[in-house]
């Protein structure tokens, strides 16, 4: 196996969530993974639908591509994860970041959810350094928490799938403030990433369009971060980086799928098991003041 092999890569933007999957492909033995891909869902509705991820399955097929693994950067709270659809129609292994058993501590008592939390739901959790192969490539995997405890890079040839770890250049990076994320860890995770290679290819898994632009991308540079990412450019210092992360992210709502996505992602993209009624249920706590409780 060689790192050094160019995987072809298709991105696949969801403009519903700003998210962006991706199908990886082997040029030589056409073995395939698909990364973050997304289950459609409506929050007014309550209606999941598979577009999205039909989406993945049809490039593939035209790819005659050969999908062998799905891979999560970390347990998304912006989007429920398509894993376990994809993985009914290709047969392909779900991994993701060991320290999703950290995330299932976290998470479990708060929706009262029944069942491990040891991340057996996966069929492979991934430590920093791990490798695994598609094909011809090597996926190396990159620990980068601090976003979340399990947020993994992954690295396939010249090119490195960073999750919510950094956004494009004009954008900045992702928040630290969730259960579990640490500013001053996620400098650490981004300056790893950043001392890769100038030419390595940086892929994201959001993009959120900020105002100085019209049109979504997803794809830049180890040197383009480097030298004009507006929160984490060369000579930006750690504890500047914390101060600015930990103000702004003060500042920032909950992402309106948090509640959903989390309680499906942290169980590899498992829905709720029928009731007996025979209807899936979706859980939202409620945050409820002392004051109030007694009264409702």
């Not at 298709?10 to 056409?30: H, I, K, M």
């Not at 950290?102 to 492979?124: L, S, Y």
């Not at 991308?217 to 504890?239: C, F, I, K, L």
Request: aromatic letters at 8%.
């Amino acid at each position: 196996m060689s790192n050094a092999k160019k995987p072809e890569i298709q991105g696949f933007f969801d403009e519903a969530t700003n998210t962006v999957s991706y199908l990886v492909v082997d040029p030589e033995s056409r073995a395939a993974a698909f990364v973050d891909p997304v289950l459609d869902y409506d929050p007014k509705s309550g209606k999941v639908s598979t577009a999205s991820a039909d989406r993945l399955l049809n490039a593939a097929e035209k790819a005659k591509a050969r999908i062998e693994w799905i891979l999560e950067t970390h347990a998304h709270a912006d989007h429920l994860s398509a894993a376990q659809y994809l993985k009914a129609k290709t047969g392909a292994k779900i991994g993701i970041g060991a320290h999703i058993n950290d995330v299932q501590k976290i998470f479990t008592p708060v929706f009262n959810q029944k069942g491990p939390t040891d991340g057996r739901e996966f069929d492979r959790l991934f430590k920093e350094g791990e490798s695994l192969a598609i094909g011809g490539l090597t996926v190396e995997v990159i620990g980068t928490p601090g976003h979340t405890p399990a947020c993994v890079s992954y690295r396939i040839g010249d090119a490195v799938f960073v999750g919510d770890t950094l956004f494009m250049p004009d954008y900045g990076t992702a928040r630290a403030d969730f259960p579990g994320g640490d500013a001053r860890t996620l400098y650490r995770s981004i300056r790893k990433l950043l001392a890769l290679p100038p030419e390595t290819r940086l892929f994201m898994c959001h993009d959120y369009k900020p105002e100085t632009r019209d049109h979504y991308v997803w794809e830049t540079t180890v040197a383009e971060e480097r030298a004009r990412n507006v929160h984490v450019h060369d000579g930006v210092d750690e504890d500047s980086f914390v101060a600015m992360r930990e103000k702004r992210d003060a500042t920032l709502a909950a992402p309106v799928l948090l509640l959903p996505s989390i309680q499906v992602n942290i169980r590899a993209g498992h829905v709720p098991p029928a009731e007996d009624n025979g209807k899936r249920y979706l859980k939202i706590p409620l945050n409820v003041p002392a004051n109030v409780e007694e009264s409702l």
